[in-house]
């Protein structure tokens, strides 16, 4: 098996007595993209700040392309830094509003000392240009762009660096349906063309349907599935999986769905049970606490194994 | 730019006019005239032949008319109660004290609450965040007359100090100072802290940090210059306190400086000192408020962009 380019082993943050992040194990393999879903409050953010050392996890470990940098200090992380980038939701707040748009995309390559400051400002100009603005935009303020074109200096700043590890929070969130599909396109060339891999954090299911290969399912700071994108559309097994599914607004009006709204007693009450002969691997039996477990197909799903029979 | 300033100049005279009419109606609205309140009261054709003289038995918007007419002359009369000098004058020799008062109190007070209030963003739920918003609170609340009593208290009875009052020499000077720079401190704590904490928060910050940027960086080179806009901004409003914020100063300290005009003004109806002192702070407030303007035009490239090009 070949070293995935970011993977999360057991990582865990608390804040006081709450988990926001518990015992998330998450791997991005190279050049595909991993989609964490789940509401707002689920830790899927937390999750990517982790992943970026911009949170400090409480335990666990976290493995660029490898190399295990959860415990380096920030000045031992600044070269790894240089692989890994991020794009946020909000894309005004993301820019510095006192600074051209020339100058944010230059600016990593500043931080890393890269090249003289001619030669940072012609690279800023032919990536603005890749993501689709006119290297005019240089001069310009983040103010004087709409959300999408900022969104696209936010992108050009993140990859500037030559990052093989794109982690993308809600970057489509912000945005009219007519934006939000250039964003996606953009994110999708770019990740074909230089080979990236990405996590990309967002609760809409549209958007993680077209762009990944594979969706990781979040809960209370748990990861209650994880299967390849098809067939986590074609068969969810977990309750909130299933209830985030039927949430997708549908725009044909005949196409008549049922809705399930589930409270967190109804999902724990619905957590899939499973014989362990139903299993291929063999996990901990009749453990109280539900479990990740393997099914056919790297599909991952919390379930309760028991020998028992299903009440 | 220069568009700008003018539209703004243009609408300040405009204000300027309104709030001198307000000012007129508005003080002689009040009951009774200068010559009324005497213990021993004048005659009454006395009283009409100074009313006569002083042009007061005229209408309303005829003495306004005059008032103003002297205004665009740099002549503001003749206060009724220092007859030896003109307005002009008295304003001159009373308003050293006030804004040297002022002024130093402002200087010591703004700096030390920025750095507090940035000590406090930067080191959030530590002492100095407690500290900075104790102060804050403290000095926003307390009013000024209690914390000059507790100055002289302190400084001038018990330690001995300083002397409790008066002004003449600088040493004189420091408590009534002290108890100036209270409001601009606990203003400043406040706003810096919030300031700073309100771009330390945007998610710009954040990538920077993903850029790998160090702490002192970020902070000096982005976070700063995002927070000083709204600081540099609100600046120029504290030198309107000045004129009345220093009323109180310095009346518990006996500082001989525009403050107790205020105050007798008003009480014994001296038309042309009142109005006077009145369009003085109409001016402060509309100058600083103009300054205020353009310094966050200048500062803020959203702004900057209107009307000038790039």
Do not use: C
């Not at chain 1, 964490?36 to 976290?62: D, F």
């Not at chain 2, 000024?144 to 009593?149: H, L």
């Not at chain 2, 706003?191 to 330390?200: E, F, I, K």
């Amino acid at each position: 098996m070949t070293t995935p380019a970011l993977e999360l082993r057991q990582i865990t943050k608390r804040f006081g007595n709450h988990a926001a992040v518990d015992r998330v194990d998450l791997v991005v393999p190279h050049n595909s993209v991993v989609a964490l879903v789940g509401e707002s409050g689920s830790g899927k953010t937390t999750t990517g700040l982790l992943a970026l050392r911009l949170v400090h996890a409480t335990s666990g470990q976290i493995l660029l392309d490898g190399k295990d940098i959860s415990n380096l200090s920030q000045k031992e992380l600044k070269p790894h830094r240089r692989q890994m980038q991020v794009v946020f939701q909000d894309s005004y707040a993301s820019l510095d509003p006192m600074m051209t748009l020339g100058e944010i995309v230059a600016e990593p390559l500043g931080i890393h000392g890269i090249g003289s400051a001619a030669e940072r400002r012609d690279q800023a100009r032919s990536w603005l240009e890749r993501v689709g603005l006119d290297g005019g935009y240089a001069n310009r303020y983040p103010h004087e762009l709409s959300g999408g074109q900022r969104q696209r200096v936010s992108v050009a700043r993140a990859l500037i660096l030559g990052a093989s590890m794109l982690v993308a929070d809600e970057p489509t969130s912000a945005l009219d349906v007519s934006v939000k599909a250039q964003i996606v396109n953009l994110l999708q060339d770019l990740q074909t063309s230089m080979g990236l891999s990405m996590l990309f954090i967002s609760h809409d299911l549209s958007v993680v349907r077209s762009l990944a290969d594979e969706v990781v399912v979040m809960l209370r700071g748990r990861i209650v599935e994880r299967a390849p994108t098809d067939q986590i559309f074609a068969d969810a097994r977990h309750p909130y999986t299933q209830s985030l599914l039927d949430a997708v607004p549908v725009i044909d009006p005949k196409a008549r769905r049922r809705r399930t709204f589930l409270s967190a007693d109804e999902i724990t009450a619905r957590t899939p049970r499973f014989h362990p002969r139903e299993l291929d691997t063999q996990p901990l039996l009749d453990t109280a606490e539900p479990q990740l477990v393997a099914l056919a197909g790297s599909h991952f799903v919390e379930a309760i194994v028991t020998e028992r029979a299903t009440p | 730019m220069t568009g700008f300033i003018l539209r703004r100049v243009l609408s300040m005279a405009v204000t300027f006019i309104v709030v001198s009419i307000v000012i007129f109606l508005m003080m002689h609205a009040i009951p009774g005239g200068p010559f009324d309140g005497y213990d021993m009261p004048l005659p009454d054709n006395i009283k009409a032949r100074l009313m006569a003289q002083l042009g007061l038995d005229k209408p309303l918007w005829e003495q306004y008319l005059r008032y103003m007419w002297g205004v665009a002359h740099f002549d503001f009369g003749v206060p009724y109660q220092s007859p030896g000098e003109t307005v002009m004058g008295l304003i001159a020799h009373a308003w050293l004290p006030s804004f040297t008062l002022g002024g130093l109190g402002i200087l010591i007070g703004a700096p030390i609450g920025i750095l507090l209030g940035m000590a406090a963003a930067l080191r959030r739920n530590s002492f100095i965040d407690y500290l900075a918003s104790g102060v804050a609170t403290l000095g926003l609340t307390i009013p000024v007359f209690i914390i000059s009593t507790g100055l002289i208290l302190v400084f001038a009875v018990w330690l001995h100090w300083t002397p409790a009052s008066g002004w003449g020499e600088p040493k004189r000077w420091i408590l009534p100072i002290l108890a100036y720079a209270a409001v601009p401190l606990a203003t400043y704590a406040r706003y810096a802290r919030s300031t700073m904490l309100d771009v330390l928060n945007k998610p710009f910050v954040t990538v920077l940090r993903a850029k790998g940027l160090s702490e002192r960086r970020i902070i000096f080179q982005h976070v700063l210059r995002n927070a000083a806009i709204p600081m540099v901004t609100i600046f120029p409003a504290m030198f309107v306190g000045i004129a009345t914020g220093s009323i109180f100063v310095e009346a518990m300290f006996r500082v001989p400086g525009l403050g107790a005009y205020f105050v007798s003004s008003i009480n014994k109806r001296d038309y042309p000192l009142e109005m006077a002192l009145m369009l003085l702070i109409s001016a402060l407030y509309s100058i600083s408020y103009l300054v205020a303007e353009i310094l966050y035009a200048v500062l803020n490239p959203r702004i900057r962009i209107e009307g000038s090009g790039r």
